[in-house]
């Protein structure tokens, strides 16, 4: 598969991740084929969370890759810290524990990145950084980044934290695009027009943060996959026209949509199917004309002023 560089950090790495979120939902047998498979076509680049599966979902991973050394040094593990019961917490003390049970439950001793899951209201900059610096040391994590944060949340971490924010995982699909349609309406009158997100997506452009969007099929939050739903049926028509172009399915067209933004984003996929995991990664050589992009775009139900 084609890679990247992610952030302004020289770590390169395939242009689709594979989301772990759901592996506790498979048998041991099944989740040994949905590995094997993501690595057969170049997808190896894994991104988990300690709350996902309860923690379960790295456990599950570890046997289906039979985690070894050997094996290790062909993987790309990105986890995600800082969601706990109730709260967010980016203390200190959460984020170095929260660490330490990511390494135990995938058997290994680094992660490649971790990601602060969600803004905790009550973060000290100053705690996330003697967090980071130990997590450096100690060579248990070698990138940092974030998820779900604006640029004036990143900006308020950089004052202390003096690794290089690598990463930005934020939910973003055809259905689900306002970072990129807000960027339409400037100084206009309308609810397209309202900033949500402090213009987060030309701020990672800016600092060489890359995009990781999440849920790419998804609408709402969690509502549902938007790929041949009735609610969509002007866009589901347009994306199996340009899927028949390219001789593709409609799932490869959904994340070439995102692969062709000149962020240079890397699609986190959800999905535990094989065949819909290698529809995913062919995305990455197929190339959308601007036509087929902004006809997606306005299928969707997005309008241009």
């Known amino acids: 598969m084609k890679t990247m560089k992610l952030g302004s950090s020289d770590l390169q790495v395939p242009v689709v991740a594979v989301g772990c979120m759901r592996l506790d939902s498979l048998s041991r047998t099944d989740a040994e084929r949905f590995v094997q498979?993501?690595?057969?076509?170049?997808?190896?680049f894994f991104d988990h969370a300690d709350i996902y599966g309860g923690g379960e979902c790295e456990r599950i991973f570890a046997d289906a890759v039979g985690m070894s050394a050997?094996?290790?040094?062909?993987?790309?593990?990105?986890?995600?810290?800082?969601?706990?019961?109730?709260?967010?917490?980016f203390?200190?003390?959460?984020?170095?524990?929260?660490?330490?049970?990511?390494?135990?439950?995938?058997?290994?001793?680094?992660?490649?990145?971790?990601?602060?899951?969600?803004?905790?209201?009550?973060?000290?900059?100053?705690?996330?950084?003697?967090?980071?610096?130990?997590?450096?040391?100690?060579?248990?994590?070698?990138?940092?980044?974030v998820s779900n944060q604006t640029p004036m949340q990143i900006e308020l971490l950089k004052r202390s934290v003096?690794?290089?924010?690598?990463?930005n995982q934020l939910q973003l699909s055809i259905t689900n695009a306002t970072m990129i349609t807000r960027g339409?309406?400037?100084?206009?009158?309308?609810?397209?027009?309202?900033?949500?997100?402090?213009?987060i997506l030309d701020y990672c452009r800016l600092h060489d943060i890359t995009i990781q969007p999440w849920s790419p099929f998804?609408?709402?939050?969690?509502?549902?996959?938007?790929?041949?739903?009735?609610?969509?049926p002007e866009l589901n028509a347009k994306i199996d026209e340009v899927a028949a172009r390219h001789g593709v399915s409609n799932t490869t067209i959904a994340i070439a949509w995102l692969l062709r933004h000149p962020a240079h984003m890397q699609p986190v996929t959800g999905t535990t199917n094989p065949d819909r995991l290698r529809d995913c990664v062919r995305a990455a050589d197929v190339q959308l004309s601007r036509e087929d992009w902004y006809g997606i775009l306005l299928a969707a139900g997005n309008t241009l002023p």
């Not at 050997?70 to 917490?89: A, H, N, P």
């Not at 490649?112 to 100690?138: G, K, M, Y």
């Open 162 to 167: 003096r690794q290089p924010l690598v990463a």
């Open 70 to 89: 050997s094996t290790r040094e062909k993987l790309i593990l990105q986890s995600k810290c800082g969601i706990r019961k109730g709260m967010f917490d």
């Open 37 to 44: 498979s993501a690595l057969d076509v170049g997808a190896n």
């Open 218 to 232: 998804q609408f709402g939050f969690f509502e549902g996959v938007f790929l041949d739903h009735p609610k969509f």
């Open 184 to 199: 339409f309406n400037v100084n206009m009158e309308n609810a397209e027009a309202v900033d949500r997100d402090g213009g």
């Open 91 to 145: 203390s200190k003390e959460h984020i170095l524990a929260s660490v330490d049970g990511i390494l135990e439950r995938l058997r290994t001793d680094y992660l490649d990145v971790l990601l602060l899951h969600r803004p905790d209201a009550l973060v000290e900059p100053d705690e996330v950084a003697a967090a980071f610096d130990e997590l450096e040391r100690s060579g248990k994590v070698r990138h940092f980044g």
